[in-house]
Nanobody, 121 residues
Framework: VQLQASGGGSVQPGETLTLSCTASGFSLGDYAVAWFRRASGKEREAISCIDDSDGYSQYFYADSVKGRFTLSRDNAKNTLYLQMDSLKPEDTALYYC?????????????WGQGTLVTVSS
């Protein structure tokens, strides 16, 4: 099982970046998968999650990104995307995708390596 995060970079405030999280060894549609971020000097923050456990896709967003970030999934490519619009300097962080444990809610058993997003003028 692997998760490969990519798409980070340096942008100016107000710009858009789209992160990708490509899974191997399992199907993204069979697990809840989330994006987290950790800014320098701050605790890790869960920012978005997609969960199909109730038979349909449910999307969750942290208040800090709601209305600006959009999660989507391409099942054919087994890839999760996080489109980040209207980026702010406070969005600067290392972004990770992670798979939730099959039976333990809130526990993430596999993590991608992280992709750095820097928002600065």
């Amino acid at each position: 099982v692997q998760l490969q995060a990519s798409g980070g970079g340096s942008v100016q405030p107000g710009e858009t970046l789209t992160l990708s999280c490509t899974a191997s060894g399992f199907s993204l549609g069979d697990y809840a998968v989330a994006w987290f971020r950790r800014a320098s000097g701050k605790e890790r923050e869960a920012i978005s999650c997609i969960d199909d456990s109730d038979g349909y896709s449910q999307y969750f967003y942290a208040d800090s990104v709601k209305g600006r970030f959009t999660l989507s999934r391409d099942n054919a490519k087994n890839t999760l995307y996080l489109q980040m619009d209207s980026l702010k300097p406070e969005d600067t962080a290392l972004y990770y995708c992670a798979r939730e444990h099959a039976t333990v809610v809130g526990v993430y058993d596999y993590w991608g390596q992280g992709t750095l997003v820097t928002v600065s003028s």
